[in-house]
């Protein structure tokens, strides 16, 4: 009998303490904010002067000469790829190229000679003997550029492979392009 009179205090007394504890107020709710859809590749307040080919939004400065993404690092372009970016400044801007010649093109197309334009002005051009990755930087002329409009930017080369199966030419890799802020000149 004393067993069952220690069982009945016990759950007496756990209910007297569970009904005070409930007995606190709670913090006030809230309903949860409006959830709304992210603008697919959005990039507030950013003006893209390099093109990376891994990026969500590169298909947007693309103007001719690029194959679709294969979601890597890096695209095929065909004999003239061109992309636009959009300027602030013209100050001390300089053209940058990351890009690779492919091994598998080049056993057909042999040394070939790049051409670089900024807006259909020709900045340089450069020979390449051997397949491989390559990185092309040069300074471009303030008066070829205008700030608040696009730039359009492009790569020539002088051969590219063509696909027996299809004939589609490749003529080289393209990882990015672009044109970067040269800060050494401030």
Not at 33 to 39: A, I, K, L, T, V
Not at 98 to 109: E, G, H, Q, Y
Request: aromatic share 10%; proline share 6%; hydrophobic share 40%.
């Amino acid at each position: 009998m004393a067993d069952i009179l220690n069982v009945r205090r016990a759950l007496l007394t756990g209910f007297a303490l569970a009904c005070l504890s409930g007995c606190q107020k709670l913090p006030e709710t809230y309903a949860p904010p409006e959830q709304r859809e992210p603008f697919e590749n959005f990039r507030p307040y950013r003006i893209t002067r390099v093109v990376d080919m891994a990026d969500g939004d590169a298909d947007s400065h693309i103007v001719s000469g690029i194959l679709p993404a294969g979601g890597g690092q890096w695209r095929w372009a065909s004999q003239r790829p061109t992309v636009k970016v959009a300027l602030r400044k013209v100050e001390n801007l300089e053209f940058t190229m990351d890009f690779s010649v492919a091994d598998a093109t080049f056993k057909s197309t042999g040394p070939v000679t790049f051409r670089f334009f900024v807006n259909d002005h020709e900045l340089g051009s450069a020979n390449y003997t051997m397949p491989g990755v390559y990185h092309f930087e040069k300074p471009v002329p303030e008066n070829w550029l205008e700030a608040g409009k696009d730039a359009t930017l492009a790569a020539e080369v002088d051969k590219v492979w063509v696909a027996p199966e299809d004939g589609a030419k490749l003529g080289f890799i393209l990882t990015r392009i672009g044109l970067r802020q040269d800060n050494s000149k401030k």
